[in-house]
């Protein structure tokens, strides 16, 4: 089992900036990659920034590339999630998720470990 808290969501206004954090704790050693998704209110769950624990590569999807930077302290065990230049639209709730023990890092929701999820309000 994987445990994860988020923490760090707040309001804050166009353009601003928010930093998330997601702390793990259990068996981490079994967990492939961690990933930020959001989801706002009549809205499907968006994957928006990965990073695979072992290479420490990242991927973004195209709404939050060049603005959002994901990052890594595995001897923490925390992944942070770095908002910039944020927009109305990046309003949402935040969840942290980490890969169960053999799962793939995709779009399967039962693959993951999930937080609790934090809020991010931006207003105009």
């Known amino acids: 089992q994987v445990q994860l808290v988020e923490s760090g969501g707040g309001s804050v206004q166009a353009g601003g900036s928010l930093r998330l954090s997601c702390a793990a704790s259990g068996y981490t050693g079994s967990i492939y990659c961690m990933r930020w998704f959001r989801q706002a209110p009549g809205k499907e769950r968006e994957g928006v920034a990965t990073?695979?624990?072992?290479?420490?590569?990242?991927y973004y999807s195209d709404s939050v590339k060049g603005r959002f930077t994901i990052s890594q302290d595995n001897a923490k065990n925390t992944v942070t999630l770095q908002m910039n230049s944020l927009k109305p639209d990046d309003s949402a709730m935040y969840y942290c998720?980490?890969?169960?023990?053999?799962?793939?890092?995709?779009?399967?929701?039962?693959?993951?470990?999930w937080g609790q999820g934090t809020q991010v309000t931006v207003s105009s």
């Open positions: 998720a980490a890969t169960r023990a053999g799962r793939w890092c995709g779009s399967d929701i039962s693959a993951y470990y």
């Open positions: 990073i695979v624990r072992n290479s420490g590569i990242t």
